[in-house]
Protein backbone atom coordinates (compact mmCIF):
# COMPACT_ATOMS: atom_id res chain seq x y z
CA UNK A 1 0.00 0.00 0.00
CA UNK A 2 1.70 3.03 -0.75
CA UNK A 3 1.80 5.98 1.33
CA UNK A 4 -0.46 8.95 0.92
CA UNK A 5 0.92 11.97 -0.86
CA UNK A 6 1.13 15.27 0.96
CA UNK A 7 -1.25 17.69 0.55
CA UNK A 8 -0.23 20.54 -1.85
CA UNK A 9 -0.43 23.15 0.10
CA UNK A 10 2.17 21.49 2.70
CA UNK A 11 4.39 20.75 0.09
CA UNK A 12 4.48 24.53 -0.60
CA UNK A 13 5.33 25.46 2.76
CA UNK A 14 8.09 23.15 2.49
CA UNK A 15 9.61 24.39 -0.69
CA UNK A 16 9.15 27.38 0.27
CA UNK A 17 11.37 27.16 3.85
CA UNK A 18 13.88 25.18 1.71
CA UNK A 19 15.11 28.35 -0.28
CA UNK A 20 15.95 29.56 3.69
CA UNK A 21 18.84 26.84 3.21
CA UNK A 22 20.07 28.24 0.06
CA UNK A 23 24.15 29.50 0.77
CA UNK A 24 23.42 32.71 -1.44
CA UNK A 25 20.48 33.59 1.26
CA UNK A 26 22.95 32.64 4.12
CA UNK A 27 25.07 34.80 3.06
CA UNK A 28 22.50 37.91 3.16
CA UNK A 29 21.97 37.58 6.99
CA UNK A 30 26.04 38.55 7.39
CA UNK A 31 25.85 40.86 4.61
CA UNK A 32 22.72 42.10 7.06
CA UNK A 33 24.11 42.38 9.83
CA UNK A 34 27.43 44.60 8.46
CA UNK A 35 24.64 46.78 7.43
CA UNK A 36 22.53 46.86 9.76
CA UNK A 37 25.61 47.07 12.57
CA UNK A 38 26.56 51.11 11.74
CA UNK A 39 23.01 52.97 11.94
CA UNK A 40 22.47 52.89 15.62
CA UNK A 41 26.36 54.14 16.57
CA UNK A 42 25.33 57.64 14.31
CA UNK A 43 21.31 57.89 15.88
CA UNK A 44 20.17 55.55 18.76
CA UNK A 45 23.69 55.07 20.59
CA UNK A 46 25.02 58.19 20.19
CA UNK A 47 22.17 60.09 21.17
CA UNK A 48 22.25 58.27 24.69
CA UNK A 49 25.83 59.05 24.37
CA UNK A 50 25.31 62.41 23.71
CA UNK A 51 22.18 63.25 26.45
CA UNK A 52 24.76 61.34 29.12
CA UNK A 53 27.42 63.94 28.95
CA UNK A 54 25.11 66.76 28.83
CA UNK A 55 24.97 67.84 25.49
CA UNK A 56 21.28 69.97 24.70
CA UNK A 57 18.47 68.56 23.50
CA UNK A 58 18.41 70.81 20.27
CA UNK A 59 22.21 69.90 19.64
CA UNK A 60 21.00 66.26 19.73
CA UNK A 61 18.69 66.70 17.54
CA UNK A 62 20.76 67.97 15.31
CA UNK A 63 23.08 65.57 15.09
CA UNK A 64 20.37 63.51 13.37
CA UNK A 65 21.86 65.62 10.43
CA UNK A 66 24.54 63.41 10.54
CA UNK A 67 22.56 60.67 9.18
CA UNK A 68 22.18 63.48 5.31
CA UNK A 69 24.28 61.04 3.76
CA UNK A 70 21.42 58.19 3.71
CA UNK A 71 19.49 60.87 2.32
CA UNK A 72 21.53 61.52 -0.68
CA UNK A 73 23.34 58.40 -1.29
CA UNK A 74 21.29 58.23 -4.97
CA UNK A 75 23.73 61.04 -5.70
CA UNK A 76 26.62 58.96 -5.62
CA UNK A 77 25.28 55.40 -6.34
CA UNK A 78 26.13 55.49 -9.91
CA UNK A 79 29.85 55.94 -9.27
CA UNK A 80 29.73 52.81 -6.77
CA UNK A 81 27.95 51.18 -9.61
CA UNK A 82 30.19 51.79 -12.47
CA UNK A 83 33.58 52.85 -11.04
CA UNK A 84 36.49 50.55 -10.03
CA UNK A 85 38.24 50.11 -6.90
CA UNK A 86 42.03 50.45 -7.60
CA UNK A 87 43.62 46.72 -6.41
CA UNK A 88 40.21 45.33 -4.84
CA UNK A 89 38.09 45.45 -8.20
CA UNK A 90 40.91 43.87 -10.10
CA UNK A 91 41.02 41.32 -7.29
CA UNK A 92 37.37 40.46 -6.05
CA UNK A 93 35.42 42.09 -8.94
CA UNK A 94 33.21 44.90 -8.94
CA UNK A 95 30.68 44.00 -5.97
CA UNK A 96 32.80 42.59 -3.59
CA UNK A 97 35.69 45.30 -4.00
CA UNK A 98 33.48 47.45 -3.23
CA UNK A 99 32.06 46.21 -0.11
CA UNK A 100 35.26 45.28 1.31
CA UNK A 101 36.46 48.93 0.62
CA UNK A 102 33.56 50.49 2.34
CA UNK A 103 33.86 47.91 5.14
CA UNK A 104 37.61 49.09 5.59
CA UNK A 105 36.55 52.38 5.50
CA UNK A 106 33.91 51.62 8.53
CA UNK A 107 35.94 50.21 10.55
CA UNK A 108 38.10 53.24 10.61
CA UNK A 109 35.83 55.91 11.08
CA UNK A 110 33.77 54.04 13.86
CA UNK A 111 37.09 54.14 15.64
CA UNK A 112 37.38 57.66 15.27
CA UNK A 113 33.92 58.24 16.46
CA UNK A 114 34.83 56.54 19.39
CA UNK A 115 37.74 58.03 20.56
CA UNK A 116 36.18 61.70 20.58
CA UNK A 117 35.03 63.77 23.50
CA UNK A 118 31.27 64.94 22.29
CA UNK A 119 31.40 67.77 25.08
CA UNK A 120 34.31 69.31 24.63
CA UNK A 121 34.64 68.78 20.67
CA UNK A 122 30.30 68.42 19.28
CA UNK A 123 31.95 69.50 16.06
CA UNK A 124 34.43 66.36 15.95
CA UNK A 125 32.12 64.14 16.84
CA UNK A 126 29.57 65.31 13.90
CA UNK A 127 32.23 64.79 11.31
CA UNK A 128 33.28 61.58 12.00
CA UNK A 129 29.44 60.93 12.88
CA UNK A 130 28.84 62.55 9.21
CA UNK A 131 31.94 60.20 7.98
CA UNK A 132 30.66 56.73 9.67
CA UNK A 133 27.42 57.60 7.71
CA UNK A 134 28.82 58.34 4.23
CA UNK A 135 30.82 54.70 4.17
CA UNK A 136 27.60 53.05 5.53
CA UNK A 137 25.43 54.02 3.03
CA UNK A 138 27.87 53.62 0.60
CA UNK A 139 28.23 50.11 2.06
CA UNK A 140 24.25 49.66 1.43
CA UNK A 141 24.85 50.92 -1.98
CA UNK A 142 26.53 47.71 -2.86
CA UNK A 143 24.86 45.21 -0.54
CA UNK A 144 21.30 46.15 -1.81
CA UNK A 145 22.80 45.85 -5.69
CA UNK A 146 24.74 42.55 -4.77
CA UNK A 147 21.47 41.22 -2.88
CA UNK A 148 19.62 41.30 -5.97
CA UNK A 149 22.16 39.88 -8.78
CA UNK A 150 23.50 37.22 -6.49
CA UNK A 151 19.91 35.74 -5.96
CA UNK A 152 17.72 33.91 -8.99
CA UNK A 153 13.75 35.86 -9.05
CA UNK A 154 11.99 32.57 -6.98
CA UNK A 155 14.93 34.00 -4.13
CA UNK A 156 13.87 37.44 -3.77
CA UNK A 157 11.55 37.03 -0.91
CA UNK A 158 13.43 34.91 1.30
CA UNK A 159 16.84 37.07 0.65
CA UNK A 160 14.77 39.93 2.04
CA UNK A 161 13.93 38.68 4.83
CA UNK A 162 16.91 37.05 5.77
CA UNK A 163 19.07 40.35 5.34
CA UNK A 164 16.22 42.26 7.35
CA UNK A 165 16.85 39.82 9.86
CA UNK A 166 20.37 40.16 9.81
CA UNK A 167 20.10 43.92 9.76
CA UNK A 168 18.27 43.92 12.95
CA UNK A 169 20.64 42.04 14.87
CA UNK A 170 23.18 44.52 13.72
CA UNK A 171 21.15 47.26 14.88
CA UNK A 172 20.76 45.13 18.33
CA UNK A 173 24.55 44.38 18.93
CA UNK A 174 25.41 48.00 17.71
CA UNK A 175 22.37 49.18 19.91
CA UNK A 176 22.05 46.77 23.27
CA UNK A 177 25.58 45.58 22.85
CA UNK A 178 27.15 49.30 23.01
CA UNK A 179 24.97 50.28 25.69
CA UNK A 180 25.92 47.35 27.87
CA UNK A 181 29.38 47.26 27.40
CA UNK A 182 29.38 51.79 27.59
CA UNK A 183 27.81 50.49 31.03
CA UNK A 184 31.30 48.55 32.36
CA UNK A 185 34.14 49.39 29.82
CA UNK A 186 33.23 52.77 28.46
CA UNK A 187 32.21 54.58 24.86
CA UNK A 188 35.52 54.41 23.30
CA UNK A 189 36.11 50.51 24.49
CA UNK A 190 32.16 49.74 23.28
CA UNK A 191 32.69 51.69 19.70
CA UNK A 192 36.27 49.89 19.76
CA UNK A 193 34.53 46.66 20.00
CA UNK A 194 31.64 47.75 17.24
CA UNK A 195 34.76 48.40 14.65
CA UNK A 196 35.56 44.63 15.04
CA UNK A 197 32.18 43.52 14.45
CA UNK A 198 32.68 44.78 10.70
CA UNK A 199 35.00 41.99 10.15
CA UNK A 200 31.66 39.89 10.28
CA UNK A 201 30.82 41.64 6.46
CA UNK A 202 33.98 41.43 5.38
CA UNK A 203 34.73 37.46 6.15
CA UNK A 204 31.03 36.73 4.50
CA UNK A 205 31.61 39.03 0.98
CA UNK A 206 34.82 36.94 0.52
CA UNK A 207 33.50 33.57 1.24
CA UNK A 208 30.83 34.18 -1.80
CA UNK A 209 30.76 34.58 -5.15
CA UNK A 210 30.72 37.81 -7.45
CA UNK A 211 27.78 37.88 -9.35
CA UNK A 212 27.72 37.82 -13.18
CA UNK A 213 27.20 41.20 -14.91
CA UNK A 214 23.15 41.39 -15.87
CA UNK A 215 22.46 42.95 -19.37
CA UNK A 216 18.91 43.97 -19.51
CA UNK A 217 16.51 44.65 -22.65
CA UNK A 218 16.21 48.00 -21.40
CA UNK A 219 20.16 48.80 -20.92
CA UNK A 220 20.48 47.82 -24.60
CA UNK A 221 17.62 49.89 -25.53
CA UNK A 222 19.62 52.69 -23.61
CA UNK A 223 23.04 51.98 -25.05
CA UNK A 224 21.16 51.94 -28.61
CA UNK A 225 20.07 55.16 -27.97
CA UNK A 226 23.47 56.85 -27.04
CA UNK A 227 25.38 54.88 -29.90
CA UNK A 228 22.46 56.74 -32.21
CA UNK A 229 23.11 59.79 -30.43
CA UNK A 230 27.26 60.08 -30.39
CA UNK A 231 26.59 58.57 -34.48
CA UNK A 232 25.07 61.68 -35.04
CA UNK A 233 27.99 63.49 -33.77
CA UNK A 234 30.71 62.70 -35.20
CA UNK A 235 32.55 65.74 -33.13
CA UNK A 236 32.51 63.79 -29.90
CA UNK A 237 34.78 60.82 -30.47
CA UNK A 238 37.49 59.80 -28.13
CA UNK A 239 37.58 60.23 -24.29
CA UNK A 240 34.43 62.84 -24.61
CA UNK A 241 32.30 59.76 -26.11
CA UNK A 242 32.83 57.28 -23.64
CA UNK A 243 32.70 59.79 -21.34
CA UNK A 244 29.09 60.63 -21.97
CA UNK A 245 28.38 57.29 -22.75
CA UNK A 246 28.86 56.21 -19.79
CA UNK A 247 27.36 59.32 -17.95
CA UNK A 248 24.18 58.43 -20.11
CA UNK A 249 23.61 54.58 -19.11
CA UNK A 250 25.19 55.14 -15.24
CA UNK A 251 23.06 58.94 -14.09
CA UNK A 252 20.93 59.81 -16.28
CA UNK A 253 19.05 56.40 -17.74
CA UNK A 254 17.79 55.32 -14.29
CA UNK A 255 16.47 58.42 -13.53
CA UNK A 256 14.53 58.78 -16.88
CA UNK A 257 13.19 55.65 -16.56
CA UNK A 258 11.89 56.62 -13.07
CA UNK A 259 10.36 60.00 -13.73
CA UNK A 260 8.79 59.05 -17.24
CA UNK A 261 5.94 56.97 -14.83
CA UNK A 262 2.66 58.69 -13.97
CA UNK A 263 2.47 60.50 -10.54
CA UNK A 264 6.49 60.31 -9.44
CA UNK A 265 6.33 63.30 -8.12
CA UNK A 266 3.44 62.27 -5.69
CA UNK A 267 5.20 58.44 -5.23
CA UNK A 268 8.45 60.37 -4.08
CA UNK A 269 6.54 62.30 -1.63
CA UNK A 270 4.31 59.79 -0.65
CA UNK A 271 8.11 57.92 0.21
CA UNK A 272 8.95 61.58 2.18
CA UNK A 273 5.97 61.20 4.39
CA UNK A 274 4.95 57.51 5.33
CA UNK A 275 7.41 57.07 8.09
CA UNK A 276 8.04 61.27 8.97
CA UNK A 277 5.67 61.00 12.51
CA UNK A 278 7.34 57.59 13.32
CA UNK A 279 11.06 59.12 12.25
CA UNK A 280 10.16 62.23 14.42
CA UNK A 281 9.62 60.60 17.40
CA UNK A 282 12.67 57.79 17.10
CA UNK A 283 14.95 60.53 16.82
CA UNK A 284 14.28 61.90 20.66
CA UNK A 285 13.06 58.05 22.22
CA UNK A 286 16.92 57.61 23.40
CA UNK A 287 16.30 61.42 25.20
CA UNK A 288 12.75 60.80 26.61
CA UNK A 289 14.03 57.39 28.51
CA UNK A 290 17.20 59.03 30.05
CA UNK A 291 14.99 62.49 31.34
CA UNK A 292 12.24 59.90 32.74
CA UNK A 293 15.09 58.32 34.89
CA UNK A 294 15.90 54.98 32.83
CA UNK A 295 18.95 53.19 33.23
CA UNK A 296 21.14 51.86 30.04
CA UNK A 297 20.62 48.63 30.88
CA UNK A 298 16.94 49.64 31.24
CA UNK A 299 16.82 50.89 27.74
CA UNK A 300 19.09 48.12 26.55
CA UNK A 301 17.48 45.20 27.66
CA UNK A 302 13.86 46.77 26.93
CA UNK A 303 13.80 49.10 24.25
CA UNK A 304 16.48 47.13 21.86
CA UNK A 305 16.52 43.79 23.12
CA UNK A 306 12.45 43.16 23.40
CA UNK A 307 12.11 45.38 20.94
CA UNK A 308 14.27 43.94 18.23
CA UNK A 309 11.45 40.65 19.15
CA UNK A 310 8.80 43.29 18.88
CA UNK A 311 9.72 44.28 15.36
CA UNK A 312 10.48 40.85 14.09
CA UNK A 313 7.25 39.44 14.77
CA UNK A 314 5.72 42.60 13.30
CA UNK A 315 7.35 42.11 10.42
CA UNK A 316 6.42 38.72 9.84
CA UNK A 317 2.52 39.92 10.39
CA UNK A 318 3.47 42.39 8.14
CA UNK A 319 3.84 40.41 5.21
CA UNK A 320 1.11 37.66 5.85
CA UNK A 321 -1.25 41.10 5.78
CA UNK A 322 1.14 42.36 2.33
CA UNK A 323 0.17 38.93 1.15
CA UNK A 324 -3.79 38.79 2.05
CA UNK A 325 -4.92 42.23 0.92
CA UNK A 326 -2.02 43.53 -1.25
CA UNK A 327 1.00 45.97 -0.90
CA UNK A 328 -1.70 49.36 -0.95
CA UNK A 329 -4.05 48.41 1.51
CA UNK A 330 -1.46 47.30 3.65
CA UNK A 331 0.30 50.20 3.47
CA UNK A 332 -2.80 52.00 5.05
CA UNK A 333 -3.28 49.61 7.62
CA UNK A 334 -0.02 49.37 9.17
CA UNK A 335 0.61 52.99 8.67
CA UNK A 336 -2.96 54.27 10.51
CA UNK A 337 -1.68 51.24 13.54
CA UNK A 338 2.07 53.18 13.11
CA UNK A 339 0.67 56.58 13.50
CA UNK A 340 -1.83 55.75 16.85
CA UNK A 341 1.29 54.02 18.34
CA UNK A 342 3.09 57.29 19.01
CA UNK A 343 0.40 58.36 21.47
CA UNK A 344 1.62 54.99 23.54
CA UNK A 345 4.96 57.37 24.13
CA UNK A 346 2.43 60.34 25.43
CA UNK A 347 0.82 57.99 27.83
CA UNK A 348 4.12 56.81 28.84
CA UNK A 349 5.06 60.36 29.50
CA UNK A 350 2.22 60.56 31.89
CA UNK A 351 2.87 57.55 33.48
CA UNK A 352 6.56 58.59 34.58
CA UNK A 353 9.43 55.75 35.17
CA UNK A 354 7.49 52.74 34.77
CA UNK A 355 9.40 50.13 33.76
CA UNK A 356 6.39 47.73 32.63
CA UNK A 357 4.97 50.74 30.36
CA UNK A 358 8.33 51.05 28.85
CA UNK A 359 7.86 47.55 27.78
CA UNK A 360 4.30 47.81 26.49
CA UNK A 361 5.12 51.09 24.18
CA UNK A 362 8.14 49.18 22.97
CA UNK A 363 6.04 46.11 21.97
CA UNK A 364 3.23 48.54 20.77
CA UNK A 365 5.55 50.69 18.91
CA UNK A 366 7.90 48.47 17.48
CA UNK A 367 5.12 45.64 16.60
CA UNK A 368 2.99 48.33 14.14
CA UNK A 369 7.15 49.47 12.87
CA UNK A 370 7.85 46.31 12.37
CA UNK A 371 4.03 45.87 9.89
CA UNK A 372 4.74 49.24 8.37
CA UNK A 373 8.18 48.37 7.52
CA UNK A 374 7.54 45.05 5.57
CA UNK A 375 4.65 46.89 3.58
CA UNK A 376 6.85 49.98 3.02
CA UNK A 377 9.72 47.44 1.75
CA UNK A 378 7.41 45.78 -0.25
CA UNK A 379 6.47 48.73 -2.08
CA UNK A 380 9.53 50.38 -2.89
CA UNK A 381 11.09 46.93 -4.41
CA UNK A 382 7.43 46.80 -6.38
CA UNK A 383 8.75 50.81 -7.91
CA UNK A 384 12.20 49.33 -9.06
CA UNK A 385 13.25 48.87 -12.86
CA UNK A 386 15.19 45.55 -12.31
CA UNK A 387 17.78 46.85 -15.04
CA UNK A 388 18.62 49.94 -12.90
CA UNK A 389 18.22 48.28 -9.30
CA UNK A 390 21.20 49.44 -7.41
CA UNK A 391 20.33 53.49 -8.44
CA UNK A 392 16.41 53.48 -8.45
CA UNK A 393 16.57 51.19 -4.82
CA UNK A 394 19.35 53.65 -3.58
CA UNK A 395 17.10 57.12 -4.88
CA UNK A 396 13.60 55.45 -2.87
CA UNK A 397 15.42 54.85 0.18
CA UNK A 398 17.06 58.24 -0.11
CA UNK A 399 13.69 59.81 0.05
CA UNK A 400 12.56 57.64 2.85
CA UNK A 401 15.56 58.26 5.11
CA UNK A 402 15.59 62.22 4.05
CA UNK A 403 12.44 62.36 6.82
CA UNK A 404 14.39 60.19 9.18
CA UNK A 405 17.36 62.45 9.13
CA UNK A 406 16.88 66.22 7.81
CA UNK A 407 13.18 66.49 8.43
CA UNK A 408 13.01 64.50 11.92
CA UNK A 409 16.31 67.04 12.94
CA UNK A 410 13.81 69.48 14.29
CA UNK A 411 12.46 67.01 16.91
CA UNK A 412 15.31 68.12 19.55
CA UNK A 413 13.76 71.73 19.25
CA UNK A 414 10.22 70.79 19.28
CA UNK A 415 10.81 68.84 22.36
CA UNK A 416 12.52 71.97 24.06
CA UNK A 417 9.80 73.87 23.28
CA UNK A 418 7.03 71.72 24.47
CA UNK A 419 6.33 69.23 27.28
CA UNK A 420 7.18 65.22 26.18
CA UNK A 421 3.02 65.03 25.88
CA UNK A 422 1.99 67.52 23.30
CA UNK A 423 5.21 66.23 21.18
CA UNK A 424 4.25 62.92 20.85
CA UNK A 425 0.95 64.04 20.39
CA UNK A 426 2.32 66.30 17.42
CA UNK A 427 4.55 63.60 15.79
CA UNK A 428 0.92 61.52 16.03
CA UNK A 429 -0.40 63.81 13.50
CA UNK A 430 3.08 64.30 11.68
CA UNK A 431 2.03 60.46 10.64
CA UNK A 432 -1.53 61.88 8.39
CA UNK A 433 0.05 63.70 5.41
CA UNK A 434 1.64 60.65 4.35
CA UNK A 435 -1.47 58.68 4.78
CA UNK A 436 -4.27 61.57 3.49
CA UNK A 437 -1.55 60.78 0.43
CA UNK A 438 -1.35 57.07 0.48
CA UNK A 439 -5.36 57.28 -0.01
CA UNK A 440 -5.35 60.04 -2.72
CA UNK A 441 -2.62 57.39 -4.41
CA UNK A 442 -5.15 54.32 -4.56
CA UNK A 443 -8.07 56.35 -6.08
CA UNK A 444 -6.17 58.56 -8.87
CA UNK A 445 -3.17 55.65 -9.87
CA UNK A 446 -4.34 52.47 -11.44
CA UNK A 447 -2.62 49.94 -8.74
CA UNK A 448 -2.97 46.23 -7.79
CA UNK A 449 -0.38 45.54 -5.98
Not at 75 to 100: E, I, S
Not at 326 to 342: D, E, K
Request: charged letters at 15%; one cysteine or more.
Amino acid sequence: MSRPTQPAPFRRWLDSCAVYADRRVLSLLFLGFSSGLPLALTFGTLSVWLAEVGVSKTTIGLFALMGAPYTFKFVWAPLVDKLPVPFLTRCLGRRRGWAVFTQLALMVTITALGATDPLAHAGLTALFAFAVAFWSASQDIVIDAYRVEILEERQYGAGAATIVLGYRIGMLVSGAGALYLATYVGWFAAYGVMTLFMIVGIVAILLNPEPKVQISRESIEQERRIAEYLEARPDLKGKKARAIAWAYGAVISPFAEFISRRGWVVILLFILLYKFGDALAGVMSNPFYIELGFTKIQIAGISKVFGLVATIVGGVIGGLIVNHIGIMRSLLVCGILQMFSNLMFAILAVVGNDPSMLALTIAVENLSGGMGTAAFVAYLSSLCNVAYTATQYALLTSFMAFGRTLLSSSGGWMADQMSWVIFFVVTTGAALPGLLLLIGMTRRFSVNK
